[in-house]
C-alpha cells in the first residue's frame, strides 16, 4: 500500500449519494447502497488506483467498489461520507468487509509497506516500531496482499517494465506502488533513473 491523499468531494455528490442516502435512513431506517451513483467520480479522483491493491481497476474488467473505511454497521452516520469512502476492487472490498485491523490508506506513510523484489511479497517496513509492523502485517494478511494473484500481477509488471515492453509512466500509471519499491529499490532502467 501506498499513501493516498483525500480527494475533495465532487460537485455532485451532496444530491447524488448523500442527500438521497440520509432521506433514506431519516424514513425508514433503511441503507440504500446510492455510494454507487459516486463510483465514477471515485474512479477519477484517485485515477482508478485500488486504495489497497495500488493496481489500476481496469474499466472493462476490473471490479470498482467504494470501501466504507468505517463500516456500515458500525457508523451509519458515516454511510454517505465522501470522506469515509476508498475507491478499491470488490476483491479486497470483500476481505476487509467490517474488520477494523486494516490500516487507512489516508493514514498510512509510504515506505511502511515494502516489496520483497524476489517473490514480490508485501512485507512491513523493518524500520517501523514493533506495534506498526504489527498493524502493518495484519493489513497484508487481512487484505490477502500476498495472495498468488496480486504477487503474480506485481511480479508481471515489474517484468514488464525491467524489460522494456512497458515504461516507466505506464508501471507508475498501472501498478504505482511497484514503481515506488523499484525507485526506493534503486532498480529503476538506467533511463529513468
Known amino acids: 500500500m501506498i499513501k493516498v491523499v483525500p480527494a475533495p468531494e465532487s460537485a455532485t455528490f451532496d444530491s447524488k449519494v448523500r ?4 432521506r433514506a435512513l431519516a424514513r ?14 471515485l474512479m477519477a479522483a484517485y485515477h482508478e488506483i485500488c486504495a489497497y491493491s495500488c493496481f489500476r481497476i481496469h474499466p472493462i474488467t476490473g471490479a470498482r467498489s467504494a470501501d466504507h473505511f ?23 472490498n470483500s476481505s476487509k468487509r467490517d474488520f477494523g485491523d486494516v490500516l487507512d490508506p489516508f493514514e498510512i506513510e509510504d515506505g511502511w509497506f515494502q516489496l520483497e523484489l524476489l ?7 523493518p524500520a517501523l516500531d514493533a506495534s ?3 498493524q502493518v502485517q495484519d493489513t497484508i494478511t487481512r487484505l ?17 517494465y525491467l524489460s522494456g515492453d512497458i515504461s516507466l509512466r505506464i ?6 506502488f511497484v514503481a515506488k519499491e523499484l525507485r526506493r529499490q534503486g532498480k529503476l532502467l538506467p533511463h529513468d533513473r
Open 132 to 134: 506498526k509492523r504489527t
Open 144 to 160: 490477502k496482499l500476498n495472495a498468488p494473484l496480486f504477487y503474480n500481477e506485481r511480479i508481471k509488471v515489474a517484468e514488464q
Open 70 to 92: 468505517a463500516p456500515k454497521p458500525k457508523d451509519r452516520d458515516n454511510i454517505y461520507e465522501w470522506s469515509n469512502y476508498r475507491l478499491v476492487c470488490s476483491r479486497l
Open 28 to 41: 425508514k431506517g433503511k441503507i440504500r447502497p446510492y455510494w454507487t451513483r459516486a463510483l465514477d467520480d
Open 119 to 125: 517473490g514480490y511479497r508485501v512485507k512491513p517496513s
Open 171 to 176: 508501471l507508475e500509471e498501472n501498478a504505482p
Open 19 to 22: 442527500q438521497p442516502g440520509l
